[in-house]
């Protein structure tokens, strides 16, 4: 008799795998989108700085995600942040930072408002590439340790 075999049998158990997939890869991706705000914030165009800085915190919270049970959940928020938010305290913490910086990201890519405040931008940039660190660090997320 012939053996069946679920088509979905050969990947049981990598969830993990895919976890840690999505995470390294927004990982870099976080990491390159930070080099470029820091390249548009020294050629001052802030509004792409502010673009590439506030995407590199959307990747950040996506690695953050993939990597935790949220990621596992059925009808998640459509907002990284709110579904960052899920995740725990600190992420909590770090989704409304970021959140704060929506409206401002949004109106500039519209064209509703100009360039962005230096001091505004460069803030973001700070903000972003300390929670990279972080994500990166494991430091105050103890899961990515384990």
Do not use: C, N
């Not at 012939?2 to 990947?11: E, G, K, L, N, R």
Request: glycine letters at 6%; aromatic letters at 8%; zero cysteines.
């Amino acid at each position: 008799m012939a053996q069946v075999i679920s088509a979905t049998a050969q990947f049981k158990g990598s969830r993990a795998a895919a976890g840690a997939f999505k995470r390294d890869r927004f990982l870099t991706q976080a990491g390159d989108l930070l080099s470029q705000a820091r390249a548009m914030a020294a050629a001052e165009r802030w509004d792409q700085a502010l673009e590439f800085a506030y995407q590199t915190g959307l990747r950040t919270a996506g690695a953050r995600i993939a990597d935790s049970a949220v990621s596992k959940r059925r009808r998640l928020p459509s907002s990284a942040w709110e579904q960052l938010a899920m995740v725990g305290a600190s992420e909590k913490d770090w989704a409304e930072r970021f959140r704060g910086y929506s409206r401002l990201r949004s109106r500039v890519a519209s064209g509703l408002d100009d360039a962005p405040d230096e001091e505004v931008v460069v803030r973001l940039m700070a903000l972003a590439a300390e929670f990279l660190a972080e994500v990166e660090e494991g430091i105050v997320f103890g899961s990515l340790a384990a």
